[in-house]
């Protein structure tokens, strides 16, 4: 329950809280068991009733619905808005037909060619019901019309100008409808410019950038030919956002994402989106129990070495990581473009030997300090210990930051989301090559003492 | 550049495009010299230059500004929205008063007082550009104010009833006003509840999860005895959405948040940025180093036990990281709350031991085909090898999923923010206790045989 949020933020200054929030409703709807949350929904007043089921993070709105007799669903499907209507019964499978049948054909037709477009497509999140009027028509023809299918649509805020064809002609904001002169052309008040539209086929997060950009409340969803199909509006966006971001942060930490909130997971699915990639993952990090393998009498002659095998794994883990983070914003943000890969390489490989050094004299430092301090004895060639520890180190760090800031380009460029390519991921891929960097290096230095 | 983003999406269908859009002027005059920006911005018409400046992602502006004349300067600010005037004007820093100084007194007031609240509270996301009017007001009363203000408030489409103590009564939308009966009182339309208010020291995301759930187009901010202070719009919090989970990613990844485009970012700044994440972790994980100082004597005997050691750790990070990445976004969206800690670690415990036994089945494997195969001979006691490996797995995978789950717990607790658990941190903490697991369970199994 979120309730606690609200009520800690405004506690204070509202001693007798008025009324209930619809966000509010949803919440204890789906705290309750679906039989119990159905009669609930049953008996409450349409327009209540409504509201919560238009609520996009009400997820269990399918399963309540399946428990409704169907002549209420009908009764309420008929009121909800159109888009979150079709996610609803999209998500009903099967149990949507018997409802979908029994809509009169224009409701049916919508919600049918609603349910066909991919949830995370600007066809998926549109809806249908918003306001658009002849590009002939004045502005007091156009405020007349918003007021009779005010109720019906979902923002009246943006009025879409269309030609006889229903192709859109110019999009007007109602603040300045308002403040126009009312015997003028509607047309007048676009501004001189071509809308701002999206093709149903484009992805949530070109929505989303384009609704950012330019402060949209409404963006239009048009054909090839220019037909407007829809909108998507910023409060689907603002839904979508926080659905995609939860979506990459898990990702990032290497899990598949989740289709429900963490404690509503089931245990065996929750393995199963966690077992996939720790199972690859550790596949791959078998490679290094072949590459210490490989230089097992190096291991045997040298134990010395392998004290520091997880210190500076995990350095060039870590530098990997960090690059992959910036990297991955940077690309999603499109402040780097696929591109200009060669202008990050370039910046990387000076930042990991700088890094690299920094952690080299440092971990030269740390080798010099037990030895003198007498907390451990490295043995007779201490020293050369120390310069292997610190050139791995520089090695090993400028590695991980180039690997790590390239892995997401090299995603993008084979079609894959940037944004899988996890922390895990390229700390697995940095440790393999890192472990091989490092006992090469032993081997220059070593070799003739030690080694 | 992001024009490519548009002319993409629209291309097939807009072969001669009509004007241009402010958020590519923004782009260009980025990426143009700052002097030759300034003197662009100094020749645009006025209604131009103030939409660019009025753009939170002209991020260059205050650089820009300084180079203009005063009184030009001036010009634009008066025209500016007031919360982006502060923002800009704060970022210019000494460089600002004599601008400041010479504005109007109820402008200067105003900035200064919008400037006083750090920029990721609702007080320095707000605007007090919006429409206010007395609680008494007609339906047409109310409209015509909005005609009449309508040039310089940010929004309309929200307007805020105050009592003669400019204390907010209610919200109504236009979308409301401009059905109802003209001569009914405008209080009529608020529907019998409160309005949705923040506090101007409510961190952003409280008001982006207010905006949201309550699909606002603006968020009211009120101070303690509920007096009007000023409102949040929907598009400044898309943009701070965005700035946050950058910021997350960034954190996520081990990395201070950096204040520019990752390209932008001089190159010192970037590796400070970097260098002191990295130095912390890589001092912590010296602890690595020391526990197998600790075991010499077991590496010394059974260097087949080094083999393993990447392996067993990074699998241990890997689990860690994934639970990080779920709580911390459950905990971000509220679906998990401080006080569920136990029954995360109930879940954590039962997936961690099954994870962690998945990977010691496959890890028991590998060492019994190798040893099959001749790959590899792990030694006559080649099976308690294998049993040491998987029992390690489990243990380390367990405390890696339980640790990763605590810590964003643990982190918020003390006042930190969650998204701080990043995946290095995390890897870092398991990593040394993980080394301690498998040396002791080595020490079980294999004492009397090979240590």
Redesign the interface.
């Known amino acids: 329950m ?1 309730n ?3 009520a800690g ?2 506690a ?3 001693p007798a ?7 509010d409703i949803v919440d204890m709807l789906q705290e309750m068991p679906p039989a119990r949350a159905a009669s609930a929904l049953a008996h409450m007043p349409d327009i209540r009733a409504v509201g919560v089921l238009d609520r996009p ?1 009400f997820e269990a709105a399918p399963e309540i619905l399946a428990l409704l007799p169907v002549s209420r669903v009908i009764q309420l499907v008929t009121q909800m808005s159109d888009d979150r209507a079709a996610d609803v019964l999209a998500a009903m499978g099967e149990r949507a037909e018997p409802i979908l049948a029994a809509l009169t054909p224009g409701l049916r037709n919508t919600i049918t060619s609603l349910i066909a477009w991919p949830a995370d497509t600007a066809g998926g999140m549109m809806t249908t019901e918003c306001v658009s009027i002849s590009a002939d028509a004045t502005v007091a023809q156009t ?1 007349e019309h ?2 009779t299918v ?2 019906t649509r979902e ?3 943006s009025v879409f100008l269309v030609d006889d064809k229903n192709k859109l002609v110019a999009t007007i904001s ?2 300045r409808l ?2 126009a002169d009312p015997a003028s052309p509607a047309i007048d008040l676009a ?4 809308p ?4 149903p086929e ?1 992805d949530r997060e ?1 929505v ?8 949209l ?1 409404a963006l239009p969803v ?1 054909d ?3 037909h407007l199909l829809g909108i998507v509006t ?2 689907d ?3 979508a ?2 659905e995609e ?2 979506e ?3 990702k ?4 598949e994402a ?1 289709d429900r ?4 997971t089931g ?1 065996i699915s ?2 199963r989106k ?2 996939g ?3 690859v ?3 791959s ?2 490679l ?2 072949s590459a ?2 490989h230089f ?1 009498m190096e ?2 002659k040298a ?1 010395v070495l ?6 500076i ?3 060039g ?3 990997g ?2 690059a ?7 690309l999603a ?5 696929l591109g ?1 890969w060669w ?2 390489a370039l ?1 990387e490989l ?2 990991g030997i ?2 690299g050094g ?2 080299g004299i ?2 030269f430092a ?1 080798v010099t300090l037990w030895q003198h301090l007498g907390l ?1 004895d490295y043995g007779p060639h201490w020293q050369l210990v120390g310069i292997t520890v610190a050139a791995a180190l520089i090695g090993i ?1 400028t590695f991980g930051s180039l690997a790590g800031s390239m892995l997401p380009f090299l995603l993008q460029r084979l079609g894959f989301d940037p944004a899988s390519a ?3 991921f390229v ?2 891929l940095v ?1 393999v090559t890192g ?1 091989v960097i490092y006992f090469t290096i032993a081997l220059v230095i070593l070799s003739g003492t030690l080694l």
Not at 17 to 23: C, E
Not at 196 to 199: C, F, L
Not at 208 to 215: E, K
Not at 306 to 311: D, M, S
């Open positions: 979120e606690d949020l609200i933020v405004n204070s200054r509202r809280r008025r009324g209930i929030y619809l966000a993070e405020i918003i007021r005010e109720r923002t009246v805020y109602l603040r308002i403040t501004r001189d410019r071509d701002i539209t999206v093709s484009a070109i989303a950038d384009l609704i950012r950009r330019h402060d409340l048009v090839d030919e220019h910023v409060d966006v603002l839904d956002l926080v971001y939860t990459d942060t898990q990032f930490g290497g899990v989740l909130p963490y404690l509503d245990m929750m393995i966690r077992a990639w720790l199972s993952l550790f596949l990090e078998m290094t129990a210490m393998q097992e291991l045997q134990v392998t004290l520091f095998i997880p210190l794994m995990s350095s883990g870590n530098s990581s960090q992959t983070s910036l990297i991955i914003r940077a943000l499109g402040q780097v473009k200009d202008r990050v910046r000076p930042t700088v890094l920094i952690l440092v971990g740390r451990f760090v996890s922390a895990p700390a697995t440790d472990l």
